[in-house]
């Protein structure tokens, strides 16, 4: 069912995820973070959306992109030095 999901993809996820559990363990050890508001929302609202969707997922989209890219490269190049090395 997985074989086609490249192994980035999971190290991708797993940077998401364990980005967002750091974030919670902040919040919750933190008393007086939601006191401190920007523009009528609490700061946390900020951090964690500006943070994770536009820093996070542009690193990650590249990341997804980039990697299966420069592997499937990788193989062609092999595959056709393995062609000249049989003539």
């Known amino acids: 069912m997985f074989k086609w999901i490249h192994p980035v993809f999971w190290l991708g996820v797993s940077i998401m995820y364990s980005l967002a559990i ?3 363990a902040f919040e919750v050890g933190q ?3 939601y006191h401190f508001k920007i523009g009528g929302a609490a700061a946390p609202f900020f951090y964690t959306n500006f943070f994770m969707l536009y820093i996070v997922s542009l690193f ?6 980039y990697i299966p890219e420069r592997d499937e490269k990788k193989k062609e190049l092999s595959k ?4 000249k090395g049989g003539e």
């Open 22 to 24: 750091v974030f919670w």
């Open 31 to 33: 008393e007086n973070l």
């Open 60 to 65: 990650l989209s590249w990341l997804w992109y």
């Open 80 to 83: 056709e030095q393995e062609k």
